[in-house]
């Protein structure tokens, strides 16, 4: 979910961004001690992903790998012949299970013969949805009926089934487990792994006290909000909750913290940055609410509430984010006690409960989209 490109620049104007200009194809670019930035191509509107690369004594560890695709394969080569310095990739990290953050993880793995850390719901998310066991045609329908989509437009749902094998390499058949607040260590430093969730099962952030330093991955990201959905596979999950849930873990730590976000470029600001999302999804749920008040009793489902969260144009792949999202919303709403879920001959309608005039409370923490890379 973007916002409009006066709100997106009147928000960015809050955020520094001290680390300067991209580092070049197949270049490294050191923005803290030992840590490296290096960003790799996508090819979805998203056209990129910024990874990381901490130098330890006796080799390198990786965080994010890339897609699967030709173009990253290569340029993983030239990073490998040119800027290693004769040391071997000892770990390789993973945020998440999505194919930008972890399409190439097998591969580098096995080319280095070095482990995968991972959390335990990602890793396992990972292979269930690479085997294609967590996700049928006909589960899939139901979830798409369920809530009011279109008999003539499901077959777009149905098309971007099996993408995610081909943006990920198969998985190392071990891994070794991020656990939340149980620290490692990289490059000689402490890092404490946070967990969030709602964008994915266990997404693991990494926070470097001594450094001041954190790889947020897509928890938190300086110019989108990153994608928050409802999947088949869990049809009724609140993940927009769960999201804001998990900022109050980021509210702890220092307002000058340097953050390395999987897309954008490093910035300083993080509190800021949290207030901006709190406020751009509280915007979004009233926007949800209005709609459903103007419904009345019929209420909405979640497929009529797509064009009010994304008015503009949506192409085949970028429907399939914004209705998983505007569930999300639907979710939270119900969650909040300011929607009522009924259901009317199997589809399931949301009924205004609260006055969209009065505001919601206060709360703790949000997020947007990042589509095509989830």
Known sequence: MLDSPDSAQRLLQQLRFPCGDV???????????????????????LNHINLWMIEEVDGWTIVDTGINAAATKELWEKIFADKLAGKPVTRVVATHLHPDHVGLAGWLCERWNAPLLMTLGDYMSALAIRNEISDSDEQRQTHLVRNGVPAERIALFHRHRGGYAKGVTPLPAAFQRLIHAHPITLGGHRWDVIVGRGHAPEHASLWCPELNVLIAGDQVLPKISTNVGVWPNEPFADSLTWFLDSFSRFRRLP??????????????????RLDQLVA????????????????????VTGWDMVPVLFPRHLDN????????ETLAHLHCLETRARARRTIVDGVHRFVALVDPALGAGPDDAIEMMDTGTA
């Open 280 to 299: 751009h999804h509280d915007d979004r749920l009233n926007d949800i609410a209005q709609a459903m008040t103007r419904a009345g009793a019929a209420g």
């Open 23 to 45: 580092p070049a194809p197949g270049d490294i670019k050191q923005v803290a001690r030992g840590v490296h930035w290096l960003r790799m191509p996508l090819p979805f509107q």
């Open 255 to 272: 307002a000058d913290a340097l953050v390395l976000p999987s897309h954008g470029f490093p910035f300083i600001g993080l509190h800021t």
């Open 317 to 324: 792949n970028q429907i399939v984010f914004a209705f998983s």
